[in-house]
Structures are given as structure tokens and as C-alpha cells.
């Protein structure tokens, strides 16, 4: 079982800059997928981010150019730099993590984003 608890979210203007964590623990599968998703209020949950344990990634196209996807392997932990943040960012992100495909996706809690205009 995977536990995911992220941190760094909050309420920031547009323009401004935050920085996401996402701490894993338990039995993390060797070569994996982490990924940062987000769902703003009445809106269908949506993949921002993701990168592999050998460090490719990919990026919606609504934030390509502003957020960068990183992670530290030796910490277990993905991290979502944004910048350049616009009110339409604002939602709900959520760390994700897809090791043992036979287990499927583990989910964080989620950290609230509010980008204020």
C-alpha cells in the first residue's frame, strides 16, 4: 500500500509562483509513474503533469511552458513547480502514483490552489 501526502498549496495572485510536494511511503514499486492531477469546482478531474522514474515527462497542453514536473527518486517525492499562474489554475491537485499496474493508481488527499485576479 502507498500513502501520498502533499503540501504547498494556497492562495497566490496571478503572476505569482508556487511550489507542490508529494511525499510517497510504503511499498513503492521500483519504476513507477507520479503525476500531479487537478479539479477545479464543477469541472472533470484533469492530468497536469506526470514523469517516470527514469525521468520523462509530459504536460497538458493549458500549462506547458509554465509548470515543471520533478522528482527526487532517493526521497520518493514528485514536485510541481508553477509559474506564471493564472486564476483558471485554481483548483484542487492531487499527487498520483502508478507502480504495480495490477494495483492501479494510489492517490493523495489533495492540496487546494487559489489563484487570485
Known amino acids: 500500500q502507498v500513502q501520498l501526502v502533499e503540501s504547498g498549496g494556497g492562495l497566490v495572485q496571478a503572476g505569482g509562483s508556487l511550489r507542490l510536494s508529494c511525499a510517497a511511503s510504503?511499498?513503492?514499486?521500483?519504476?513507477?509513474?507520479m503525476a500531479w492531477h487537478r479539479r477545479a469546482p464543477g469541472k472533470q478531474r484533469e492530468l497536469v503533469a506526470a514523469?517516470?522514474?527514469?525521468?520523462?515527462?509530459n504536460y497538458a497542453e493549458s500549462v506547458k511552458d509554465r509548470f515543471t514536473i520533478s522528482r527526487d527518486n532517493a526521497k520518493s517525492t514528485v514536485y510541481l513547480q508553477m509559474n506564471s499562474l493564472k486564476p483558471e489554475d485554481t483548483a484542487v491537485y492531487s499527487c498520483?502514483?502508478?507502480?504495480?499496474?495490477?494495483?492501479?493508481?494510489?492517490w493523495g488527499q489533495g492540496t487546494q490552489v487559489t489563484v487570485s485576479s
Open positions: 514523469i517516470s522514474s527514469s525521468g520523462s515527462s
Open positions: 510504503g511499498s513503492i514499486f521500483s519504476i513507477n509513474v
Open positions: 498520483a502514483l502508478l507502480g504495480d499496474p495490477s494495483e492501479g493508481w494510489s
